[in-house]
C-alpha cells in the first residue's frame, strides 16, 4: 500500500475525530449505548483477555443486518474446528445488541470475545492487534478501512472480504479514492463476493482477479430462529383470524410516505387489516410514534409493541384486538413479526436507500412487497422477481395494492408463499463454499 497516501489518510482521520466524538454524543441523545464504551473506539479493552487457541478469528460485523449474516457462518466455524476463539466486533450498538442476543452461548463459555471496532487510526488497530492477536480476520460485507488492512498485511495476517457486495453507487464512490481503496482491495487475502456482478466491480475498485471468488449470499443460509417463530404465531392466533401486514425495517421518510399513501377514507379499503411498522433503527421509535398520533392514530388505534408485551395474556389479546397500527419497538425480535405477518412490506426501497433484507421473510414462506430502490441486493432482487418469489413496485401506492391484492386472492398468496420458500432453497450453500475459501 502506498506509504505517503496511507499516512496522509491517517492524517486526516485522527484530525477528523473530535467530530467522531461529537457524533456519538450526538447520537447518544436518543440511544444512550452509543456513549458507553467508549474507550473500546480507540482500542482500549480493558480486562478484555482471551483464552490460548489455535486459531483467533476476527470477524468484525459492522451492524445488525451483518451480525446476522455472520451467525450461519460462525456456526460452521466452530463446527469445522474444536480450537477457535472469534473476536466479534462491531460499530453500532444495534449490532452488538444482536451479537450479545445470537452469540450468548458462545459469549457465555468462553468462545468468543465481544467488543467495539476502534476508529481506523494507526495506533489504534495497532492496539487491537496486539491486545487480541487475531491470526485471520473477516470483514463482513462492506466495511473496508485501508488501516484494519495494511496493519494485517505487515504481520501476515490473512484478511478476508466475506459475503462482499460493491453496488454502482458504492463503485463511483470509491474510485474517487482509488490509490487508497484500490491498494486496501488488494491487500485482501481473498474477496469472496455475492455475485458475479459485484467480483467485476471489484476488479474495476481495484481488485486483482485472482482474489475474487463469488460464493453467493450467506443470508440464504440464515435459520429463522424457532422461538421467535412459535412467538410471532402465538401473536397472531390473539388477533382471531385478522389479516397483518408488516410494514418492515423502514428508513427515516416511509412512514410518513406509508400514511400519505394509506387510503384509509376510501370505503372499498379494507378495514381488517392491522399495520405492524417497525423502524430500522431504534433511535427513531419515539419519532414514528409522533408521527402516527399526528396522523390519527390515537389511544387504542396504536399500541407499542414493548407495552403489549409487558401485559398479561388476556388483557395482551384485547389491546390487540383494539389497534389498528401496532408500532414494532423491539430490537432482536424481527423474525417474531415476520412470522405473524400474513404481508411483508420490507422498507428501505421505498425512497433511495438501497433497501433492506428481504430474503428473512422469504424465508419462512411470507409474500414480500418492496420498492424499487434496491441496490444494496440488486442481484438478489432482480433474481426473486425472476423466480416470481418477490413482489416489487414503483411506489408505495403500488405497494399497498399489491399487499391488499395478496390477502384478498387465495390462490395467489399460496404460489407466492410456495415461490419464495423454493427461491431460498435454490440459492442455499454459501456457507460451505465461504468457508472453503477462508480456513
Given at each position: 500500500?502506498d506509504?505517503?497516501?496511507?499516512?496522509a489518510?491517517?492524517?486526516?482521520l485522527?484530525?477528523?475525530?473530535?467530530?467522531?466524538?461529537i457524533y456519538?454524543?450526538?447520537?447518544?441523545?436518543?440511544?444512550?449505548?452509543?456513549?458507553r464504551?467508549?474507550?473500546?473506539?480507540?482500542?482500549?479493552?480493558?480486562?478484555k483477555?482471551?483464552a490460548?487457541?489455535s486459531?483467533?478469528?476476527?470477524v468484525?460485523?459492522?451492524?445488525?443486518?451483518?451480525?446476522?449474516?455472520?451467525?450461519?457462518?460462525?456456526?460452521?466455524l466452530?463446527?469445522?474446528?474444536?480450537?477457535?476463539?472469534?473476536i466479534?466486533?462491531?460499530t453500532?450498538?444495534?449490532g452488538?445488541?444482536?451479537?450479545?442476543?445470537l452469540?450468548?452461548?458462545?459469549?457465555?463459555?468462553?468462545?468468543?470475545?465481544?467488543?467495539?471496532?476502534?476508529?481506523d487510526?494507526?495506533?489504534a488497530v495497532a492496539?487491537?492487534f496486539?491486545?487480541f492477536?487475531?491470526t485471520?480476520?473477516?470483514?463482513?460485507?462492506?466495511?473496508?478501512?485501508?488501516n484494519?488492512?495494511?496493519a494485517?498485511?505487515?504481520?501476515?495476517v490473512?484478511?478476508?472480504?466475506?459475503?462482499?457486495?460493491?453496488?454502482?453507487?458504492?463503485l463511483?464512490?470509491?474510485l474517487?479514492?482509488?490509490?487508497?481503496?484500490?491498494a486496501?482491495y488488494?491487500?485482501?487475502?481473498?474477496?469472496?463476493a455475492?455475485?458475479e456482478?459485484?467480483?467485476?466491480?471489484?476488479?474495476?475498485?481495484?481488485?486483482?482477479?485472482?482474489?475474487?471468488?463469488?460464493?453467493g449470499n450467506?443470508?440464504?443460509?440464515?435459520?429463522?430462529?424457532?422461538?421467535?417463530?412459535?412467538?410471532?404465531?402465538?401473536?397472531?392466533q390473539?388477533?382471531?383470524?385478522?389479516?397483518?401486514?408488516?410494514l418492515s425495517?423502514?428508513r427515516?421518510?416511509?412512514?410518513?410516505?406509508?400514511?400519505?399513501?394509506?387510503p384509509?377514507s376510501?370505503?372499498?379499503f379494507p378495514?381488517?387489516?392491522?399495520?405492524?411498522v417497525?423502524?430500522?433503527h431504534?433511535?427513531?421509535?419515539?419519532?414514528?410514534e409522533?408521527?402516527?398520533?399526528d396522523?390519527?392514530?390515537?389511544?387504542?388505534?396504536?399500541v407499542?409493541?414493548?407495552e403489549?408485551?409487558?401485559?398479561?395474556?388476556a388483557?395482551?389479546q384485547?389491546r390487540?384486538?383494539?389497534?389498528?397500527v401496532?408500532?414494532g419497538?423491539?430490537?432482536?425480535?424481527?423474525?417474531?413479526?415476520?412470522?405473524?405477518?400474513?404481508?411483508?412490506?420490507m422498507?428501505?426501497?421505498?425512497?433511495?436507500f438501497?433497501?433492506?433484507n428481504f430474503?428473512e421473510?422469504?424465508?419462512?414462506?411470507k409474500?414480500?412487497?418492496?420498492?424499487?430502490?434496491?441496490?444494496?441486493?440488486?442481484?438478489?432482487?432482480?433474481?426473486a422477481q425472476?423466480?416470481?418469489?418477490l413482489?416489487?413496485c414503483?411506489?408505495?401506492?403500488?405497494?399497498?395494492?399489491?399487499?391488499?391484492?395478496?390477502l384478498?386472492?387465495?390462490?395467489?398468496?399460496?404460489q407466492?408463499?410456495?415461490?419464495?420458500?423454493?427461491f431460498?432453497?435454490m440459492?442455499?450453500?454459501?456457507?460451505?463454499?465461504?468457508?472453503r475459501c477462508?480456513l
Amino acid at each position: 500500500m502506498d506509504a505517503l497516501i496511507l499516512w496522509a489518510y491517517s492524517a486526516l482521520l485522527f484530525c477528523l475525530q473530535p467530530l467522531g466524538q461529537i457524533y456519538l454524543l450526538w447520537r447518544a441523545r436518543k440511544q444512550p449505548e452509543y456513549a458507553r464504551h467508549w474507550g473500546e473506539r480507540f482500542a482500549f479493552y480493558f480486562k478484555k483477555r482471551i483464552a490460548p487457541a489455535s486459531r483467533r478469528v476476527w470477524v468484525h460485523a459492522v451492524s445488525l443486518g451483518e451480525t446476522r449474516a455472520a451467525l450461519p457462518l460462525i456456526e460452521a466455524l466452530y463446527a469445522a474446528e474444536s480450537d477457535v476463539h472469534v473476536i466479534l466486533t462491531h460499530t453500532t450498538p444495534t449490532g452488538r445488541a444482536a451479537g450479545q442476543s445470537l452469540f450468548a452461548a458462545q459469549l457465555a463459555d468462553g468462545r468468543m470475545t465481544q467488543v467495539y471496532v476502534p476508529y481506523d487510526l494507526y495506533t489504534a488497530v495497532a492496539r487491537f492487534f496486539r491486545t487480541f492477536a487475531p491470526t485471520d480476520v473477516w470483514v463482513m460485507e462492506t466495511e473496508v478501512w485501508p488501516n484494519m488492512v495494511a496493519a494485517a498485511n505487515r504481520r501476515g495476517v490473512r484478511i478476508s472480504l466475506v459475503n462482499g457486495r460493491l453496488s454502482d453507487k458504492s463503485l463511483k464512490q470509491t474510485l474517487k479514492l482509488s490509490r487508497l481503496m484500490g491498494a486496501a482491495y488488494r491487500g485482501f487475502y481473498r474477496i469472496c463476493a455475492q455475485t458475479e456482478a459485484d467480483a467485476a466491480r471489484y476488479v474495476q475498485a481495484g481488485a486483482a482477479a485472482a482474489q475474487l471468488v463469488v460464493t453467493g449470499n450467506l443470508k440464504f443460509d440464515m435459520k429463522a430462529p424457532v422461538d421467535q417463530v412459535d412467538q410471532g404465531i402465538l401473536l397472531k392466533q390473539l388477533l382471531g383470524g385478522r389479516s397483518v401486514v408488516v410494514l418492515s425495517s423502514t428508513r427515516e421518510g416511509e412512514e410518513a410516505l406509508w400514511l400519505a399513501s394509506l387510503p384509509l377514507s376510501n370505503p372499498a379499503f379494507p378495514r381488517d387489516i392491522q399495520w405492524w411498522v417497525v423502524p430500522r433503527h431504534p433511535q427513531r421509535f419515539d419519532d414514528v410514534e409522533r408521527l402516527l398520533t399526528d396522523a390519527g392514530f390515537l389511544g387504542e388505534r396504536l399500541v407499542r409493541k414493548s407495552e403489549l408485551d409487558a401485559l398479561p395474556e388476556a388483557a395482551r389479546q384485547a389491546r390487540m384486538q383494539a389497534a389498528q397500527v401496532v408500532l414494532g419497538d423491539t430490537m432482536g425480535h424481527m423474525f417474531e413479526y415476520y412470522a405473524l405477518a400474513d404481508v411483508v412490506m420490507m422498507g428501505g426501497a421505498w425512497l433511495p436507500f438501497g433497501g433492506q433484507n428481504f430474503l428473512e421473510p422469504l424465508s419462512i414462506g411470507k409474500p414480500t412487497v418492496i420498492g424499487a430502490h434496491t441496490y444494496n441486493f440488486a442481484q438478489a432482487a432482480a433474481d426473486a422477481q425472476a423466480a416470481g418469489a418477490l413482489v416489487q413496485c414503483e411506489d408505495m401506492q403500488q405497494g399497498l395494492e399489491a399487499a391488499v391484492n395478496l390477502l384478498a386472492h387465495e390462490a395467489l398468496y399460496s404460489q407466492q408463499q410456495a415461490r419464495a420458500i423454493d427461491f431460498c432453497a435454490m440459492h442455499q450453500g454459501a456457507v460451505a463454499k465461504t468457508l472453503r475459501c477462508l480456513l
